[in-house]
């Protein structure tokens, strides 16, 4: 079991900069790819970003791609997005997941991940 738990959250303007974080705990946290996943009410879970357990490689959506970066700390089992930018459009409920993969392999699919946190919201005012 991975338990996974995020922070950083909160009420931002547009152009403004969150940073969030997700803290893993229970397993090898550098054996497991993870990502960053966001939904708002009544629509799917949206892909945000991914970065493998090496870090060595990540993966953002084309709506984020140029706005946020993806970042993990193997040795504080931490991985971090720093939002720059903000859109109204960024709002929602982001969520971190992981799922055990080689370590630099990324995972872009929902249902490839295994674990999930229980979010953390983000609201962006224009």
């Known amino acids: 079991q991975v338990q996974l738990v995020e922070s950083g959250g909160g009420l931002v303007q547009a152009g403004g900069s969150l940073r969030l974080s997700c803290a893993a705990s229970?397993?090898?946290?550098?054996?497991?790819?993870v990502g960053w996943w966001r939904q708002v009410p009544g629509k799917e879970r949206e892909f945000v970003a991914a970065?493998?357990?090496?870090?060595?490689?990540?993966y953002l959506s084309d709506s984020v791609q140029g706005r946020f970066a993806i970042a993990r700390d193997n040795a504080k089992n931490t991985m971090y997005l720093q939002m720059n930018r903000l859109k109204s459009e960024d709002t929602g409920v982001y969520y971190c997941?992981?799922?055990?993969?080689?370590?630099?392999?990324?995972?872009?699919?929902?249902?490839?991940?295994?674990?999930w946190g229980q979010g953390t919201q983000v609201t962006v005012s224009s």
């Open positions: 229970g397993r090898t946290f550098s054996d497991y790819a």
């Open positions: 997941a992981a799922g055990r993969r080689p370590p630099t392999v990324v995972i872009i699919t929902l249902n490839r991940y295994d674990y």
């Open positions: 970065i493998s357990g090496s870090g060595e490689m990540t």
